[in-house]
Structures are given as structure tokens and as C-alpha cells.
């Protein structure tokens, strides 16, 4: 542990304000993507750090849209408003509230309202093809999907408008409950997975129909792949975790792909995701359990030099999220890191916030697997040294990595939540 902590003396660069990430932002040459974490969805200073790092990679770096761990149906809302599709929305505050699913607190925040209008501003100067998109890349948006194809195949008086119809309407026994899809379909063989499947191949064949100038064919698509891949997803979560984790990043990995054609050859995308997703799932426990994530794909598929990944992480502090599935949200304490965990070496370091970029001259300084704290949208912390560390090999996990040393919960908007 000593040597760790020398060696993170020896190479964190400290963090006192958005001109120190021009050392990571220096590292960015090749890459077409950076994958930006956090340890948890409900902690202030990642979002804040996050949306400085994400402006200098748009402004410096030419990136050229944001994707995030949400649903597509609500930060398409967020994309037409900071694109001026539509003007209905009069401000940021009020687009956000269209996230509206739980936990609303992960994109309905205080911290993303200055980041929407920076992205909105920034995009009113430029010509149409260079404005940055913000996108969902999730997959839970099932009947909000649904909802999304319907409107724009009457919208547009589509051919398609009554196979799809009658396509969704296998999904009408279930009341949008899609615990209650995936037990009749795991265990009854009750699901619709042939029907949105076949509509799904129609619409990818006929997408350039919908082509217009406010990203229809992309929207239309995309939702389709939703609605095909949570059928999916839910059919198979009541019967293997493992399985449906995996699904579940295939999937979000799959929107990014589509979203970089669609951005065309200059495409160069920004990631905001926890760092279960984001980090390489290979230098991880995860792996000896046949689960995949998006920065292990991600670097797979495109090669590590074209893959940035920055995990995030913080000692103490508060933290917004919630005791139980599906209730209301709690300001909670997070407490000092556990002893001898990376937190913990990073602290002893020094407590003070830091940027460690892991280099060819450094990273078999810490090549030796370390607990790495985790924090979902569930969270007890009482009970953290049982399920919150995550063995990691940081320098194969990650690029670099921001560390936070005393941070502050999120500050949630108010939020009328839909419970699903």
C-alpha cells in the first residue's frame, strides 16, 4: 500500500480548476470516443467536472455529441431544445423535467441545468451540420418507444402506421409493467419478440423515408431498436442477471454505433455513464462472470487507441439515492473510503482532488488488483463493505481517473416520478 500511495504522489496531478484537465485533454489525438464515469448517479461534483471536461472536448477536440446512461424518448426533449427543433420548452429547467421515470434525480438535477444552456448556446453559433447532439443510450424506455414510433408514423401518415399498431398491441395485456411482460414471456412463452422484431427490420429498410432535417430517421430508429432489444432485455432479466447486464450494454453500445453513422465520418462522441459501464469490464471481477460491459466492447471493437476511458471516484461525502427500489430519494452519507481500498490510497495521498492519467511509463505501477468503491442508485451504507468494492486493475480499467476527495449529494429538480 505504501508504494501505491508513492506512486500516486509521484504522477496525480491536482485538480484546483478546468484548465488542469488540459493535461488528460492533451492525451486526446485519435480517440473518437471518451467514456467519462462516476461511482455513482447522485453526486454533484461528477456531473460539474464531467460537463467542463465534456465543453473542452467540444470546443478543442471538435467532439460532436453527448450520449448518457438515460432514456432515449426524454433526451431526445433535451436534443430538440438545445438544437431548436422545437420550441416548446422555455428553458432547460423545464426540459428536464421531462425525465419523469425513476430515479428522475440522475438527468432531473440542479447540476445539468447550466449544461443543457451551455450546449444550447454553443450550438445557436453554429451551422446546422456542427451542432452537438445529447442523446439516451439506454434500453428501459420499452413503452415510451412504443409511444414515440406510433405519434410520428400518424404524424407522418406512414404506411407502416397500422403494422405497428397492431405490432404494439401484443404488449396491451401487460398495463406497462414489465416485470409482469418478462415473467409471462420467460415462463409462458407469452411474448412478442417475433412481432417487434419483424417491425424493427421494417423500419431499419425503410428509415430513409423518415429523413428530414430534425433527426426523425435516427429518432424513429432508435426506438425501434429500444423496443425490440428491452423486449429482450426483460424476457431474459427474470431469469439470468448476468445475461440481461450484458444485453443491456450490447444495447447501449449499439445506439452509440448508430449514432456515430448518423454524425457521419467526423463523428467523435462523449460518454456519460457509472463507471460499472464505462470501465473495462476485463480488469474487473466482472469478467470471471461472463459479463461484458461498454468500455470493454467499445475498446474491442474500435481498438484501445480510439477509446479514452476516465473513471471517477470520491473518499466521502453525501450522495443522493435510495434505500429500496422505486421509493423516494435520500440525501445520504457517504462514508470515508474502506481501509486499503483505491479511495482509500488515493485520500493518503493526499486530500486533495486529483487527475492520475495512467501512461506506458506508469501503468504496471498499478497493475495490482484493488478494491474500487461502487454506488448504485440503491444504496446502504451501513451495509457497504459487503457489496460496493469492486476488485479492479485500475491502469486496464481505466485511462485516467479524476478523483474527488469530499464530495456533495446532487441536487435533485422536483419531479411529478412515474413509477414503472
Same mark, same amino acid.
Not at 491536482?14 to 447522485?42: C, I, K, W
Not at 471517477?312 to 473510503?337: C, K, S, Y
Not at 511509463?361 to 495490482?368: C, D, G
Given at each position: 500500500?505504501?508504494?501505491?500511495?508513492?506512486?500516486?504522489?509521484?504522477?496525480?496531478?491536482?485538480? +484546483?480548476?478546468?484548465?488542469?484537465?488540459?493535461?488528460?485533454?492533451?492525451? @486526446? /489525438?485519435?480517440?473518437?470516443?471518451?467514456?467519462?464515469?462516476?461511482?455513482?448517479?447522485?453526486?454533484?461534483?461528477?456531473?460539474?467536472?464531467?460537463?467542463?471536461?465534456?465543453?473542452?472536448?467540444? %470546443?478543442?477536440?471538435?467532439?460532436?455529441?453527448?450520449? &448518457?446512461? *438515460?432514456?432515449?424518448?426524454?433526451?431526445?426533449?433535451?436534443? +430538440?431544445?438545445? $438544437?431548436?427543433?422545437?420550441?416548446?420548452?422555455?428553458?432547460?429547467?423545464?426540459?428536464?423535467?421531462?425525465?419523469?421515470?425513476?430515479?428522475?434525480?440522475?438527468?432531473?438535477?440542479?447540476?445539468?441545468?447550466?449544461?443543457?444552456?451551455?450546449? $444550447?448556446? =454553443?450550438?445557436?453559433?453554429?451551422?446546422?451540420?456542427?451542432?452537438?447532439?445529447?442523446?439516451?443510450?439506454?434500453?428501459?424506455?420499452?413503452?415510451?418507444?412504443?409511444?414515440?414510433?406510433?405519434?410520428?408514423?400518424?404524424?407522418?401518415?406512414?404506411?407502416? @402506421?397500422?403494422?405497428?399498431?397492431?405490432?404494439?398491441?401484443?404488449?396491451?395485456?401487460?398495463? +406497462?409493467?414489465?416485470?409482469?411482460?418478462?415473467?409471462?414471456?420467460?415462463?409462458?412463452?407469452?411474448?412478442?419478440?417475433?412481432?417487434?422484431?419483424?417491425?424493427?427490420?421494417?423500419?431499419?429498410?425503410?428509415? =430513409?423515408?423518415?429523413?428530414?432535417?430534425?433527426?426523425?430517421?435516427?429518432?424513429?430508429?432508435?426506438?425501434?431498436?429500444?423496443?425490440?432489444?428491452?423486449?429482450?432485455?426483460?424476457?431474459?432479466? @427474470?431469469?439470468?442477471?448476468?445475461?440481461?447486464?450484458?444485453?443491456?450494454?450490447? !444495447?447501449?453500445?449499439? &445506439?452509440? !454505433?448508430?449514432?456515430?453513422?448518423? !454524425?457521419?465520418?467526423?463523428?467523435?462522441?462523449?460518454?456519460?455513464?457509472?463507471?460499472?459501464?464505462?470501465?473495462?469490464?476485463?480488469? %474487473?471481477?466482472?469478467? /470471471?462472470?461472463?459479463?461484458?460491459?461498454?468500455?470493454?466492447?467499445?475498446?474491442?471493437?474500435? *481498438?484501445?487507441?480510439?477509446?479514452?476511458?476516465?473513471?471517477?471516484? %470520491? =473518499?466521502?461525502?453525501? @450522495?443522493?439515492?435510495?434505500?429500496?427500489?422505486?421509493?423516494?430519494?435520500?440525501?445520504?452519507?457517504?462514508?470515508?473510503?474502506?481501509?486499503?481500498?483505491?479511495?482509500?490510497?488515493? =485520500? $493518503?495521498?493526499?486530500?486533495?482532488?486529483?487527475?492520475?492519467?495512467?501512461?506506458?511509463?506508469?501503468?504496471?505501477?498499478?497493475?495490482?488488483?484493488?478494491?474500487?468503491?461502487?454506488?448504485?442508485?440503491?444504496?446502504?451504507?451501513?451495509?457497504?463493505?459487503?457489496?460496493?468494492?469492486?476488485?479492479?486493475?485500475?491502469?486496464?480499467?481505466?485511462?485516467?481517473?479524476?478523483?474527488? /476527495?469530499?464530495?456533495?449529494?446532487?441536487?435533485?429538480?422536483?419531479?411529478?416520478?412515474?413509477?414503472?
Amino acid at each position: 500500500m505504501k508504494q501505491l500511495i508513492q506512486s500516486i504522489k509521484d504522477y496525480a496531478i491536482p485538480l +484546483r480548476t478546468a484548465n488542469d484537465y488540459d493535461f488528460l485533454l492533451n492525451t @486526446v /489525438n485519435e480517440q473518437s470516443l471518451v467514456l467519462l464515469g462516476e461511482s455513482s448517479h447522485g453526486t454533484s461534483e461528477y456531473y460539474k467536472e464531467r460537463a467542463e471536461i465534456s465543453k473542452k472536448l467540444i %470546443t478543442e477536440k471538435g467532439f460532436t455529441f453527448l450520449a &448518457v446512461e *438515460g432514456d432515449w424518448p426524454a433526451c431526445q426533449k433535451v436534443n +430538440r431544445y438545445i $438544437k431548436g427543433f422545437d420550441e416548446k420548452f422555455k428553458d432547460a429547467r423545464e426540459v428536464l423535467k421531462s425525465f419523469n421515470r425513476w430515479p428522475t434525480w440522475m438527468w432531473a438535477n440542479e447540476e445539468m441545468i447550466e449544461l443543457i444552456e451551455w450546449l $444550447k448556446e =454553443h450550438n445557436m453559433k453554429q451551422l446546422k451540420e456542427k451542432q452537438v447532439g445529447f442523446y439516451g443510450i439506454d434500453i428501459y424506455s420499452l413503452w415510451e418507444s412504443m409511444d414515440e414510433i406510433i405519434s410520428y408514423l400518424e404524424k407522418t401518415n406512414s404506411s407502416l @402506421v397500422e403494422e405497428a399498431k397492431q405490432t404494439f398491441s401484443c404488449f396491451d395485456p401487460f398495463n +406497462r409493467k414489465p416485470e409482469k411482460y418478462g415473467i409471462s414471456a420467460a415462463f409462458y412463452s407469452e411474448g412478442c419478440h417475433e412481432e417487434v422484431t419483424k417491425l424493427l427490420t421494417e423500419i431499419s429498410l425503410n428509415k =430513409h423515408t423518415f429523413k428530414d432535417n430534425e433527426e426523425s430517421s435516427l429518432n424513429i430508429e432508435i426506438n425501434a431498436l429500444i423496443t425490440a432489444n428491452a423486449e429482450n432485455y426483460y424476457r431474459t432479466m @427474470v431469469l439470468d442477471d448476468n445475461q440481461s447486464w450484458n444485453i443491456r450494454d450490447q !444495447h447501449m453500445v449499439e &445506439v452509440i !454505433h448508430k449514432i456515430e453513422q448518423f !454524425h457521419g465520418e467526423k463523428a467523435k462522441g462523449i460518454v456519460w455513464e457509472h463507471n460499472t459501464h464505462v470501465g473495462d469490464a476485463r480488469a %474487473t471481477d466482472m469478467a /470471471n462472470q461472463g459479463v461484458v460491459n461498454v468500455g470493454q466492447l467499445l475498446r474491442e471493437q474500435k *481498438g484501445n487507441n480510439k477509446v479514452l476511458i476516465v473513471g471517477f471516484g %470520491t =473518499h466521502r461525502g453525501t @450522495v443522493i439515492a435510495a434505500d429500496q427500489w422505486g421509493v423516494n430519494l435520500e440525501n445520504m452519507i457517504t462514508p470515508p473510503a474502506q481501509e486499503g481500498s483505491w479511495e482509500d490510497a488515493m =485520500h $493518503k495521498a493526499g486530500p486533495s482532488n486529483k487527475l492520475l492519467l495512467f501512461t506506458q511509463e506508469n501503468r504496471y505501477l498499478f497493475s495490482q488488483p484493488i478494491g474500487h468503491r461502487a454506488i448504485g442508485v440503491v444504496y446502504n451504507p451501513q451495509y457497504e463493505q459487503y457489496g460496493n468494492y469492486v476488485p479492479s486493475v485500475m491502469s486496464d480499467r481505466y485511462d485516467a481517473f479524476v478523483y474527488i /476527495n469530499n464530495s456533495k449529494a446532487l441536487q435533485p429538480l422536483d419531479v411529478k416520478e412515474v413509477f414503472l
